[in-house]
């Protein structure tokens, strides 16, 4: 984490477009005041809310108590305090005069203590459909002309390869790469900074790392929930834009990444734009889509399915589950399959990213089954790094062997910040390094962009699955064929 760029002279204001949403109220909120809470905060940080629902400060603070709780209760004058700091603005997304409100608000607290360099932070936690109007409207009424403006966007990053260019343009016409901040929600996990380490600084990772030793690889991000929350959203963008062509493709890059040539914030990203360029296209032929369905067996009356739910249409075609088979055309991945599987309503909920390795020729004396090595890193439900490799069982006269796992995820001494307060202080701090460069999007959409044509236009029916299996056969099968082995 590098540190906040903080003199006394700066002041800085956090605005939260959209306010009154669930993103804001559950995550933004939260982060900052557990870092106001733990002084990680900038002083003389003000944090201005933006929504249209006429929330002044004090509705605005119980709409927070169930995300607060705990935190409020055990240091109550603290907390009083973080909001005396929070300043509530009501306004219409397309009304310049709104924002002109405020800025003055911001302007005022800025002010107050004789401060000369205003620093503003400019969250879009709201839909899509507003994103034009209040990026044109702050770059009209509310950037600082004293000190730096940076903006946090985030997913859905448009909705294709065509969309995305206009969005693109929209965005860095108002503000430099080094201003934006798009957000993604899986980098900033310890277990995958664990890894970049360990791959970079020790020969058994980063000798065995290629085609050469590396049979397939799964990223997973499995969810047993059905498609409740923001379910008008999700009917429109699907599994794929929904997670696929963000977060998974960020995990992709970040395990696939040639070495950075520096620990410099650029190097980092050119090398991650570098293997998304050598990405091939995506083929309906290594894309198996599902929607979730009640087998007529299941009693509960939520596990219905996804048709069935009231707020979706029964004619809907929105794939809830997909796996989709990826290839890198490079020297180190060229025959490597990188399968990545998403899905709602399924057995269980685990994000996680399995490498396997190929075989070792060694299974040839009767009594010694050998299975290959398997990297295991997972990021929920608990944060974990291990490798599953070849033991002789313990107490045994013969060479037996077991299965067991070297565990790789040291515990940290200390409090840990959270994935969201991280990511707020290296946005205060200018740290650009686990956020994604508009270029990297705008290649993830070249690979997936004709199977969405395809999908939208063609309308393909996705296979059903039973509420809380594990997804389509069919699906399994293509991870069978691409070598892909489940244990
Ligand atoms: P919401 O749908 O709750 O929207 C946030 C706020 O935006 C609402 O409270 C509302 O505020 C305003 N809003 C909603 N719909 C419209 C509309 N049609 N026109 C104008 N304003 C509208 O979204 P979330 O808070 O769940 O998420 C915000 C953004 O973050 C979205 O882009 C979402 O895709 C993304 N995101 C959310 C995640 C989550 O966990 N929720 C995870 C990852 C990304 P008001 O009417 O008061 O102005």
């Given at each position: 984490m590098l540190p906040v760029d903080e003199t006394n002279e700066s002041a800085y204001s956090f605005v939260v477009f959209g306010a009154s949403g669930r993103l804001a109220l559950s995550k933004i909120f939260p982060a900052l005041w557990q870092l106001y809470r733990d002084n990680l905060?900038?002083?003389g940080t003000k944090i201005f809310t933006f929504c249209r629902s006429q929330l002044e400060l004090a509705k605005f603070r119980i709409k927070c108590v169930p995300y607060m709780r705990l935190d409020r209760e055990r240091d109550p004058v603290k907390y009083n305090s973080f909001w005396s700091n929070v300043h509530c603005c009501c306004g219409s997304y397309d009304n310049p005069q709104d924002y002109v409100e405020l800025r003055e608000s911001m302007v005022r607290q800025e002010t107050k203590h004789n401060m000369t360099l205003a620093n503003r932070i400019f969250y879009l936690?709201?839909?899509?459909?507003?994103f034009d109007h209040v990026t044109l409207n702050i770059s009209r009424?509310?950037?600082?002309?004293t000190g730096w403006n940076r903006v946090i966007v985030e997913k859905p990053f448009a909705r294709n390869e065509l969309t995305f260019k206009p969005y693109q343009t929209q965005l860095t016409q108002i503000f430099k790469e080094s201003q934006i901040y798009m957000i993604d929600h899986y980098l900033s996990k310890r277990v995958i900074q664990n890894f970049f380490v360990l791959r970079f600084t020790n020969w058994i990772w980063s000798e065995t790392w290629s085609n050469k030793h590396i049979a397939a690889v799964m990223i997973s991000v499995k969810c047993d929930k059905p498609v409740q929350s923001r379910a008008d959203y999700f009917n429109q963008f699907g599994i794929i834009r929904d997670v696929m062509t963000n977060d998974m493709m960020q995990l992709l890059a970040m395990l696939t990444i040639?070495?950075?040539?520096?620990?410099y914030v650029e190097d980092m990203r050119d090398e991650k734009l570098k293997v998304l360029k050598q990405i091939l296209t995506l083929d309906m032929s290594d894309l198996v889509l599902g929607q979730y369905c009640n087998n007529?067996?299941?009693?509960?009356?939520?596990?219905?399915g996804y048709t069935q739910h009231s707020y979706i249409p029964k004619n809907s075609v929105t794939p809830t589950f997909a796996m989709a088979v990826l290839h890198i055309k490079s020297k180190r991945w060229t025959g490597v399959p990188f399968i990545l599987r998403v899905g709602k309503a399924l057995n269980e909920s685990k994000t996680e990213i399995r490498v396997q390795y190929k075989p070792m020729d060694c299974d040839r004396s009767e009594g010694i089954k050998s299975l290959p090595n398997e990297l295991v890193l997972r990021l929920s439900p608990k944060e974990e790094l291990f490798m599953r490799m070849m033991m002789k069982k313990p107490?045994?006269?013969?060479?037996c062997l077991r299965e067991a796992q070297l565990n790789l995820m040291t515990r940290e001494r200390g409090s840990v910040l959270g994935n969201y307060q991280s990511l707020l202080l290296d946005i205060f701090a200018g740290n650009q390094m686990l956020f994604m460069r508009t270029d990297e999007q705008c290649e993830i959409w070249r690979i997936f962009s004709p199977v969405l044509a395809y999908i939208d236009v063609e309308r393909p029916d996705p296979l059903p699955y039973d509420f809380g299996s594990r997804g389509p056969i069919a699906a399994y099968e293509l991870a069978r064929r691409n070598g892909f082995k489940f244990y």
């Open positions: 905060l900038p002083q936690a709201t839909p899509p459909v507003v009424k509310c950037l600082s002309m040639e070495q950075p040539y520096s620990n007529g067996m299941e009693t509960d009356p939520v596990k219905v107490g045994e006269e013969q060479l």
